[in-house]
């Protein structure tokens, strides 16, 4: 095992070969003594637009796993703006600490003052361990940040939204498998009944669908159960229901090898983030084992699509008929994996990529 020290060295002097791997733009580290602020924020590509991305807070064992997480998670959102044809970069920041005992006003407030030097080209929002109360402290020292109050000119809580485009992109691939886009009378699988798991199932109830349900919080359980008619399972043993479609919506990483043996389902649609453990690997055990997989990046941008409404004067409704357009989107990735032989995964990563270069050539022309 490698000491504390010798990571630090090592990610002092790959800096360049991490931020060059992936062909990131800029990072910047910001250090405040006084309030213990450590934070990264990370700007992969602003081709688009400016780099928008939340602020994690967590209590990362040390430097070199907040570098790799800031680099990995920056990166997933160029992808998640560019395939939901938003005009905004990916970017994404990370504070070091515990954000039950060491985050404070002053703290988000230094961090506002690091995001406004960055004059736009990083938008910033809450995530893990943030909350839209320290957006607004954020705020208090800049202009750039999403994710405000309703109140306030934000949009609010986007779980809604989130799941709406989850709802839209699994009909997309229903109609896919079966030709028809209908949920009526469809078993539904939907691992993790939290925000956007719970709203999900409002959206595929009313269209008649029948759920077995997981989750470790027995009163998000019950009250789905007697709500929506849902059958509830022992965690694990939701990837072995008779379900036709399968919802990931608690963790990344739970399609893998072992669960894709055991999943009987035709289509997987779900909110969570980083669903296939290994993208070419899963990916393409889906398509041997005739399972048809909704892209986790493109059809979860529902929250993203949320806060972009935010530029334009926040409206609910307008977010909700952008985010529909997830449906055609994933038609577009479905048609081109099915010219290529790419998997679907593959296939949005593609579109994502061509969409960033094909904007660059728009550009390079003098207006
Ligand atoms: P949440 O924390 O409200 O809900 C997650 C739920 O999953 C919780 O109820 C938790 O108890 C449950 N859970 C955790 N581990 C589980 C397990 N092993 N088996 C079954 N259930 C388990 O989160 P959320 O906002 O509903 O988001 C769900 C997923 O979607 C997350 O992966 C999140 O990153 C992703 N996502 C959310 C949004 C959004 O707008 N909220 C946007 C994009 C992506």
Known sequence: MMEVSQVKNQLSTN????????????????????????????????????????????????????????????????????????????????????????KNEALMRKFGRFVNNLAGKY?????????????????????HV???????????????????????????????????DSLEGKKVAVMGIGKVGMHLLEF????????????????????????????IVENDAIYDTDAEIFAPCALGGIINTDTIGRLNCEVIAGAANNQLEDEDIHGDMLVKKGIVYAPDFLINAGGLINVYSEYTGYNRENAMRDTERIYDTLNSIFKVSDETGMHTQ???????????????HVQSTIS
């Not at 910033?124 to 954020?138: P, R």
Request: negative net charge.
């Open 146 to 180: 999403v994710g405000l109050p309703e109140g306030r000119g934000g949009g609010g809580d986007p779980s809604p939204v989130t799941a709406y485009g989850v709802y839209v992109g699994m009909k997309s691939a229903a109609n896919k498998r079966w030709g028809t």
């Open 15 to 102: 800096l360049f070969e991490n931020l060059a791997e992936h062909d990131h733009e800029q990072i910047l580290v910001c250090n405040d003594n006084h309030t213990g602020l450590k934070a990264i924020i990370a700007i992969h590509n602003t081709v688009l637009g400016p780099g928008l991305g939340g602020t994690r807070m967590w209590n990362y064992n040390n430097e070199s796993e907040a570098m790799r997480d800031v680099l990995r998670l920056s990166r997933g959102m160029t992808y998640k703006a560019s395939i939901s044809g938003l005009n905004l970069g990916g970017a994404k920041a990370v504070i070091i600490g515990d954000a039950k005992t060491q």
């Open 346 to 360: 593959a296939a949005a990563t593609h579109l994502a990529e061509k969409r960033i270069k094909d904007i660059m």
């Open 204 to 231: 595929m109830h009313k269209e008649g669908a029948k759920f077995y349900i997981s989750d470790m919080n027995q009163e998000a359980l019950e009250f789905a159960a007697n709500k929506f008619g849902a059958t």
């Open 123 to 143: 938008v910033t929002a809450e995530d893990v361990g943030t909350t839209t109360q320290d957006m607004e402290y954020v705020n208090m020292e800049t202009d």
